[in-house]
């Protein structure tokens, strides 16, 4: 079997293994990244976030997915009933970056593939890992090509960022269920050539459908746009016929959108995925640092999901580099502790969600601008920064502004 040896081994050519490789290669270490499909390959997860810019600029990808012209997302609107809340990226609190893209991912993620090869990165495609041996922080990882021969990679260290295929905590059973209800979502692009009557492109639209039940609108600069619904199993079984045919009964059945989608043109087959939210026992272990998807992944509603993925890239790659420097990285301190700031943040944000907390604070009258823009941070992927309360204490803070609305309305409506 060929033998080949690396210092860093990185699963998955996704934007958590693209900026971990950058990062790590910039340092002078010798880095691979294995990746099973044969890019471009459709993943979903299309609307960014500010934050994610700081993690793409330090990989150094920057200018190359500028030049492809995607779409740039400025903020985020939230629609009910008719009523609407925005919230643009220009009034967050946290200072930083104040805009994003919105882009089909099989284009994005290849843009970051092929500029991480041009750096010098080999990216080993149609090749799966299947078997990993640990020698202390050594290993030797056996990887498939798609004609069915094998290979070695020996590494000295190994940046699992294999997403949905959760290559190290399948192979070292660390998986752990996660603690936020089973949800499905449904989704295709879709033409749209009445875009102008509704939205502005460069926001992602998230509809309340019906309790539970919500709905994106990410469009694209290439003219078409993505649209989901997302949902408990149970809504999804009062739908039938094919995936068309349900996508087409969704769409027609919200006012928002039944008008300027009756006639798009679907440019594929609605997809379905579920019960996606999935932990892991520990991010890091001897010889291994898991990033992305493979961390912790909760919920699309909040697009965090590339951000929490580049971010925790960014972070691991400099403890990597450390720990091949022969210094002492401090995972749980410098790491697991981080990420779980940023993952927790998130959490009370959608658990707050689908409990109807957040549409008591979006669709208030009255909205105090500070708390808005404290708000609009974490919606920018700003879950780092422990100055913004609603940051520091999320959940407690937002049950407290919730209530705060519901009883001031109260008194306003006995008025
Ligand atoms: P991925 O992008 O999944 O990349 C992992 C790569 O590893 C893949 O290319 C895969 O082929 C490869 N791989 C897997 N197994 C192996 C193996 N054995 N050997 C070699 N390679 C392997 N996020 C957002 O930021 N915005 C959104 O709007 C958004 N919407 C979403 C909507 C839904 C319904 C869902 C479920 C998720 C959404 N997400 C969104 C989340 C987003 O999909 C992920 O968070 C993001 O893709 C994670 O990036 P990653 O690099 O960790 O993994």
Known sequence: MNTEQ??????GAGPAGTVAASIIHKAGYKVKIVEKMKFPR?????SLLPRCMEALEEAGFLEAVKAKGFQDKGGAKFVKNGKICDYSFDDQYTKGWTWTWQAPRADFDKTLADEVEKMGVPVSYETTVTAIDFDGSDSTTTVEYANGEKAQVKARFIVDGSGYGRVIPRLFKLDKPSNLEPRKAMFAHVTD??????????????????????????????????????????????????????FRAHIASQPYLSE???????IFEPRILEAWSSTTEKFYGDGF????NVTEFLDPVFSSGVTLATVSSQKAAKLVIKKLKGEDANWEEDYTKPMMQGV???????????????????????QDPLIKSMICSVLAGYVWDLDNPYVKDHDTALKKLANTITVRDMFKNKE
Do not use: C
Not at 347 to 364: E, H, K, N
């Open 42 to 46: 459709f993943v979903i997860g299309e």
């Open 6 to 11: 690396v210092d860093v081994l990185i699963i």
């Open 344 to 366: 927790n943040t998130f959490r009370s944000y959608v658990m707050r969600w689908y409990d109807g907390t957040l549409d008591t604070i979006f669709f208030a009258d009255n």
């Open 260 to 266: 300027r989608f009756k006639d798009a043109e679907l």
């Open 193 to 246: 050539e009445k875009r102008a009557m509704a939205d502005e492109p460069n926001r992602i639209t998230i509809i309340v459908h019906e309790f539970g039940v919500w709905i994106w609108v990410i469009p694209f600069s290439n003219g078409n746009t993505s649209i989901g619904f997302v949902g408990s199993p149970e809504f999804f079984e009062k739908f039938k016929g094919s995936n068309e045919e349900q």
């Open 289 to 292: 640092v898991l990033t992305g």
